[in-house]
């Protein structure tokens, strides 16, 4: 193969890389190998041995990749020869924000309204770009009802990210959020009997991130509860046991990032951060 065309690919696939790490996360599993340097693969903040679980369908961060590269362009069947293998798609995405999906709707109508009316365009079908074009403008007036939510997101990802970035032994950040779908004692085979006497439970959980010897650490506590009802009361007592549990008090600054969902933004659990968080924290 030339080296022009090796150069080529090798652009193109770490440019999707780019476009994949930018919809995805960091997956909780550790790393067992050291990190490789980001000039291996052009710059791109991406390690072959980590698991990043995708935040969307990998053919809409195709259509993103070509919205953002329209001069490297690749097709689909090309692009999906390029994702490496330790992207993965999660299994099952909850507390979803309609907001977002209705986003990422939209999105992809005006990304097939763009390419009809190209394709109308080149064969000259006014009647049918007309139409294609009306749609497009009730699209775009949907999207204006949404813009300012999905700008507030962005701007959270990035502050998320900021904090994340930990550079003091004294400062940590702490991510709660409950788990859903859970159930005690489940088995490879179970009688109809034993399935429908499985014990509910409501788990939240909590990822206490900080420096050790200078290296990021993230610890991870989970508090089970009976009570299935996400209530505000159970999450302040949860958090006041996590200050003994992960020795929180030895921090000068905690960072609590939690969803969007009422138990974590009622009146009820700020004040008690206020008053039975914060004068614990030296």
Request: proline residues 2%; hydrophobic residues 35%.
């Amino acid at each position: 193969m030339p080296t022009s065309r090796q150069r080529t690919q090798f652009a193109q696939q770490m440019a999707i890389i780019k476009t994949l790490r930018e919809n995805s996360s960091i997956s909780s599993t550790q790393r067992k190998t050291p990190a490789l340097k980001k000039s291996k693969y052009g710059g791109v903040d991406y390690d072959p041995y980590i698991i990043y679980y995708l935040e969307s369908t990998l053919t809409k961060i195709y259509y993103k990749y070509v919205d953002s590269n329209p001069s490297n362009h690749v097709s689909k069947s090309c692009y999906f020869s390029y994702i490496p293998g330790n992207f993965k798609k999660a299994k099952k995405k909850t507390d979803a924000c309609k907001i977002c999906l209705l986003y990422d709707q939209l999105k992809a109508q005006e990304t097939a309204l763009n390419s009809v009316i190209a394709y109308h365009t080149a064969h000259n079908n006014q009647a049918k770009i007309f139409k294609a074009q009306a749609t497009l403008n009730k699209v775009h007036k949907k999207f204006r009802t949404v813009e300012g939510h999905i700008l507030v997101k962005e701007q959270q990802h990035k502050q998320f990210n900021l904090d994340a970035n930990i550079t003091s032994s004294k400062y940590c950040v702490v991510l709660a959020d409950f788990k859903e779908n859970i159930s005690l004692c489940q088995g490879p085979i179970e009688t109809m009997h034993e399935y429908c006497r499985h014990q509910q439970i409501s788990v939240l959980g909590f990822a206490v991130i900080y420096l050790h010897n200078g290296n990021k650490k993230i610890d991870y506590y989970n508090y089970f509860s009976e009570v299935l009802n996400h209530d505000s009361l159970f999450a302040g007592n949860c958090l006041t046991k996590l200050l003994s549990d992960a020795n929180l008090t030895c921090f000068d600054n905690i960072n609590i990032w939690t969803n969007g969902g009422a138990h974590f933004w009622s009146k009820e659990f700020i004040a008690f951060i206020s008053s039975n968080i914060r004068p614990k924290i030296t």
